[in-house]
C-alpha cells in the first residue's frame, strides 16, 4: 500500500522557520513529481510547491523567495524548508505524488498520492 507521511509541523512565530517532511512508502517515488499542497480553514486546497525527479522546480508567488522544496531519494523522502514565515502561511500542509509524470503542475487533480496533512500555525 502507498503511503505519503507528513511530520514536521507545528506552532512557530511570524519570521520563524520550520521543514515539513514528507516520507512515501509501499513503492519508490524517484521518478515521481513531488508536491506540497495547503488549505486554509474555509479555504481550497492551494498549490504550494513541486519537483520532478530532475529537480526542476515550481512555487506559488506567494511562496517564492521563502520556501524550498527538495527531496532526497535514498531516503524517498521530499522536505519543504519553510523561512521567513507569516500569518497567511497557517494552513494544513499536504504531500502529493504524480509518478505517471515528467512535469511539475500546481494542479491538485494531477497527483494520484495524498498524504494526511501536517497542520502549520504560524502566531503573530
Known amino acids: 500500500q502507498v503511503q505519503l507521511v507528513e511530520s514536521g509541523g507545528g506552532l512557530v512565530q511570524v519570521g520563524g522557520s520550520l521543514r515539513l517532511s514528507c516520507a512515501a512508502s509501499?513503492?519508490?517515488?524517484?521518478?515521481?513529481?513531488m508536491g506540497w499542497f495547503r488549505q486554509a480553514p474555509a479555504e481550497d486546497r492551494e498549490f504550494v510547491a513541486a519537483?520532478?525527479?530532475?529537480?526542476?522546480?515550481l512555487y506559488a508567488d506567494s511562496v517564492k523567495g521563502r520556501f524550498t522544496i527538495s527531496r532526497d531519494y535514498a531516503k524517498n523522502t521530499v522536505y519543504l524548508q519553510m523561512n521567513s514565515l507569516k500569518a497567511e502561511d497557517t494552513a494544513v500542509y499536504y504531500c502529493?505524488?504524480?509518478?505517471?509524470?515528467?512535469?511539475?503542475?500546481?494542479?491538485?487533480?494531477?497527483?494520484?498520492?495524498w498524504g494526511q496533512g501536517t497542520q502549520v500555525t504560524v502566531s503573530s
Open positions: 502529493a505524488a504524480n509518478p505517471t509524470t515528467f512535469s511539475t503542475s500546481r494542479y491538485a487533480t494531477n497527483y494520484n498520492y
Open positions: 509501499g513503492r519508490t517515488f524517484g521518478s515521481a513529481v
Open positions: 519537483m520532478t525527479a530532475i529537480t526542476n522546480t
